[in-house]
């Protein structure tokens, strides 16, 4: 780290010609040890050759809880080339992923070593994630892989019979009341910020997918329906009066709004694809 800082304050500035790809570094006069560097971009495209630099780990893994907005991780590397190397770019492999690194081109000189750090953005997602690096150094490029496991969320802690029928008699009066109070806390725990599949397993999964529930909640994954994102947002909009499916949109005074119904609408399309043998026949 003491070493690259030193170079970057011998260094008096770096001029990129975008375009032709070359980079030249002018030294201030008064330093005039200090190496001048001017990479050679031939081998920018081409892998990075072994014995140049040394990683950590070029593959990195972590567990993830449920409700974690980010996963971070460094990768730690060394020049174990005889030769300085300049870090051109890195690209994470999406949106989601983000790499902290100085300014570029970041001058590695012999021996030295650095740090890049990355941060994956959770929300919305589900699941064991993979995502990508790709530096692009004027020696090579090198892919660095990361593999996340989201945990999934915890079950919803069961009903006593009891409270069953307290849910139940509390619902038919006001079926938004799963939205309000005690009822809350298992039923809409944890919403904001999310999305998709994880939004799905908290505020329908505890009824829709729940084990032991009432004979009057239905099964989504065998509808006698023919289903589109249309008539699963309308459905999670309004819910149904007069029975104990809520209305969700926040216009219908419940918890969620567009961005996340829509996220619902388009998860329930891609997961319980409209069956179209199941429809009723047309007359
Ligand atoms: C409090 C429990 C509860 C929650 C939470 C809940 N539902 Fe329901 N849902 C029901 C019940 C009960 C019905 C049956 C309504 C009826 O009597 O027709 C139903 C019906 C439905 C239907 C209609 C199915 C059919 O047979 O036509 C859809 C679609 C649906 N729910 C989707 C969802 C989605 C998506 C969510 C999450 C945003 C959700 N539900 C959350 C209880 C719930
Ligand atoms: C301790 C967590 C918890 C609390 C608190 C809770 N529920 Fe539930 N609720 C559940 C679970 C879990 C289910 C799924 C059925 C089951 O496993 O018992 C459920 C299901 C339901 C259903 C669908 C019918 C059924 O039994 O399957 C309704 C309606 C309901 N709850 C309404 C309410 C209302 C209204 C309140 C507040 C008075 C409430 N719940 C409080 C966890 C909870």
């Not at 999934?152 to 069961?158: G, L, Q, V, Y």
Request: contains cysteine; glycine residues 6%; aromatic residues 8%.
């Amino acid at each position: 780290m003491k070493l690259r800082r030193f170079y970057f304050a011998a260094a008096a500035s770096f001029i990129v010609v975008a375009g032709s790809f070359s980079v030249t570094a002018q030294v201030a006069t008064d330093v005039a040890t200090a190496p001048v560097y001017v990479p050679d971009m031939t081998h920018a495209g081409e892998p990075l050759p072994d014995g140049v630099i040394a990683w950590d780990e070029t593959i990195k893994a972590t567990d993830a809880a449920f409700d974690q907005d980010f996963a971070k991780f460094t990768f730690s590397f060394t020049n174990v080339a005889t030769n300085v190397i300049a870090i051109l770019t890195v690209h994470p492999s999406c949106g989601c992923t983000t790499a902290d690194i100085p300014p570029t081109p970041w001058i590695i000189p012999a021996g030295s070593n650095g740090q890049i750090k990355v941060s994956v953005n959770l929300a919305g997602k589900a699941g064991t994630l993979f995502k990508s690096l790709t530096v692009t150094t004027d020696h090579g490029r090198k892919d660095l892989m990361l593999r996340i496991n989201m945990q999934s969320a915890p079950p919803p802690k069961a009903m006593t019979e009891d409270e069953k029928a307290k849910g139940i008699a509390a619902a038919k009066i006001d079926r938004q009341a799963v939205f309000k109070g005690e009822c809350a806390t298992c039923h809409i725990n944890k919403i904001q910020g999310k999305y998709g599949q994880q939004l799905y397993d908290a505020v329908c999964g505890i009824c829709h997918e729940a084990e032991h529930r009432a004979s009057m909640v239905p099964n989504l994954h065998t509808l006698n329906l023919p289903t589109n994102e249309e008539f699963w947002r309308t459905w999670i909009t309004y819910g149904k009066p007069g029975s104990l499916m809520p209305a969700f949109a926040q216009s219908q005074e419940g918890p969620l709004n567009d961005l996340q119904i829509a996220s619902l609408a388009s998860f329930l399309h891609a997961m319980i694809p409209p069956n179209v043998t199941n429809a009723p026949a047309a007359k």
